[in-house]
T-cell receptor
Framework: SQQGEEDPQALSIQEGENATMNCSYK?????LQWYRQNSGRGLVHLIL?????REKHSGRLRVTLDTSKKSSSLLITASRAADTASYFC?????????FGQGTELSVKP | NAGVMQNPRHLVRRRGQEARLRCSPM?????VYWYRQLPEEGLKFMVY????????ESGMPKERFSAEFPKEGPSILRIQQVVRGDSAAYFC??????????????FGSGTQLSVL
């Protein structure tokens, strides 16, 4: 399969809690990106982490990358109802983006 | 500067008809990617095009599907003789250059194809 693996597939939390999503991939990468998709809409780029970086922050987002384990995690702190969406990790394989299957996050007010 | 524009937003076809999906990349972008998304799944790569060239079509089904990105006008994804299994959301993305080390893609809102 060309897809990466993500877990959990679905995550339901209360507003204010933190949400952690994990992603594993299969090849060597130059970078790994995370995208967000609201229901029925296109994808929005959230953050990119290079292969020589271990951690990166952007607002309430924190991404880690472990190239030895071929895995990444996305942490959303102090979640809000508006964070409800699907989150995909994405990596470059041979010039095309390969998407994980996504984590569906539901944040309850 | 408008984003990536896809139309139509929704397309309904009967089995055996043709579906044409259009994508206008962001201004200044010469690279277009098409992805297909089935319900509750991630996006699956279909084809990567530059102006007048197909660079990578490894994700395209061998039959009935074709894509083009002419010198003038939008990129077109064409599905002939549609079947129910073609029902999905089709997303287009663009980038200014070859997907380089640190570039991101800009996505359109997608076309939802429903085959009756």
């Amino acid at each position: 399969s060309q897809q990466g693996e993500e877990d959990p597939q679905a995550l339901s939390i209360q507003e204010g809690e933190n949400a952690t999503m994990n992603c594993s991939y299969k090849t060597s990468i130059n970078n790994l990106q995370w995208y967000r998709q609201n229901s029925g809409r296109g994808l929005v780029h959230l953050i990119l982490i290079r292969s020589n970086e271990r951690e990166k922050h952007s607002g309430r987002l924190r991404v880690t990358l472990d190239t030895s384990k071929k895995s990444s995690s996305l942490l959303i702190t102090a979640s809000r109802a508006a964070d409800t969406a699907s989150y995909f990790c994405v990596y470059n394989q041979g010039g095309k983006l390969i998407f994980g299957q996504g984590t569906e996050l539901s944040v309850k007010p | 500067n408008a984003g990536v524009m896809q139309n139509p937003r929704h397309l309904v076809r009967r089995r055996g008809q043709e579906a044409r999906l259009r994508c206008s990349p962001m201004k200044g972008h010469s690279h277009v990617y098409w992805y297909r998304q089935l319900p509750e799944e991630g996006l699956k790569f279909m084809v990567y095009l530059q102006k007048e060239n197909i660079i990578d079509e490894s994700g395209m089904p061998k039959e009935r599907f074709s894509a083009e990105f002419p010198k003038e006008g939008p990129s077109i994804l064409r599905i002939q003789q549609v079947v129910r299994g073609d029902s999905a959301a089709y997303f287009c993305a663009s980038s200014p250059n070859t997907f380089a080390t640190n570039e991101k893609l800009f996505f359109g809102s997608g076309t939802q194809l429903s085959v009756l």
